[in-house]
């Protein structure tokens, strides 16, 4: 997304291996993107995908190339000590200028740039996904970001093409804040015996009109990564009835039913 507005960027991963993984995946993203965009002119969609790929370089050395940098941002694993840890060794080899920026959905901010030097020139920039089609990015701004750095974050996203929301750093932020416990009340309603998981995704469609159903969604995002996010708040909260585990979720994630990546959470794929 940032490659096709313009940017120059450099995708960094632990091997060669996955980064020629991920350039293909971009690839096949961006041709993905073209034939909506420019269904009627293939040449100006080819050119549009080359145009996109020039601007990006890939490496396995995140130290040796952020001295040119801008803008980091971070979406590596989601764990607290693996991130500081990154962050600390960029945070010697970045120049003075260059904003971090972490992508982590359900970890607080203010923590990771605790890791650096930089806590004026750090903040949270969440993009949902899938990244190309989804508008929205929360800029999250901790109690040491600085005014010019969030607005640098806010001005960042409108360049490639997204509505930003602002939200200081607590636990989920906005969408998730309001999403999670909500996914978490529809297990609560079905461990009941209240409703057929079924019918509680029809009603949330057709009653609400959301494209996806708690238990779709739940399968979707992964029940590994919901229980992880659940856990973490409710050790931060432990009295929040919202952020209480659910034995059903529990049960399913020891199974390694784990959604739509493993063929089977809450329904089963094929």
């Not at 229980?227 to 973490?232: A, E, F, H, M, V």
Request: net charge neutral; proline share 5%.
């Amino acid at each position: 997304v940032a490659a096709a507005s313009g940017h120059t960027v450099v995708l960094v991963d632990q091997s060669d291996e996955i980064l020629k993984k991920s350039a293909k995946g971009i690839e096949e993203s961006l041709k993905r993107v073209t034939k909506k965009k420019f269904a009627d002119k293939p040449e100006a969609g080819a050119e549009f995908i080359e145009k996109t790929l020039k601007n990006i370089t890939t490496s396995t050395d995140a130290a040796a190339v952020v001295h040119s940098t801008d803008l980091v941002i971070e979406a590596i694993v989601e764990n607290m000590e693996v991130k500081k840890e990154l962050f600390k060794t960029l945070d010697k080899f970045a120049p003075e200028h260059t904003i971090f920026a972490s992508n982590t959905s359900s970890l607080q901010i203010t923590n990771m740039a605790n890791s650096t030097t930089r806590q004026d020139r750090f903040g949270g920039l969440h993009f949902f996904n899938p990244v190309p089609m989804m508008k929205l990015v929360e800029v999250i701004r901790t109690p040491m970001t600085s005014q010019k750095t969030f607005e640098s974050l806010m001005d960042f996203s409108k360049a490639v093409g997204k509505s930003p929301v602002s939200c200081k750093d607590t636990p989920g932020f906005i969408v998730n804040r309001l999403l999670v416990p909500y996914m978490m009340e529809a297990v609560r309603l079905f461990e009941r015996g209240d409703a057929s998981k079924e019918d509680i995704d029809v009603a949330m469609k057709l009653g609400a009109g959301y494209p996806m159903g708690p238990f779709e969604l739940l399968d979707y995002v992964g029940l590994d990564t919901s229980k992880y996010i659940i856990d973490g708040w409710h050790s931060l909260e432990p009295n929040n009835p919202l952020f209480a585990p659910s034995p059903l979720l529990n049960k399913l994630v020891a199974e390694k039913k784990l959604g739509k990546k493993t063929g089977e959470g809450f329904y089963k794929y094929k």
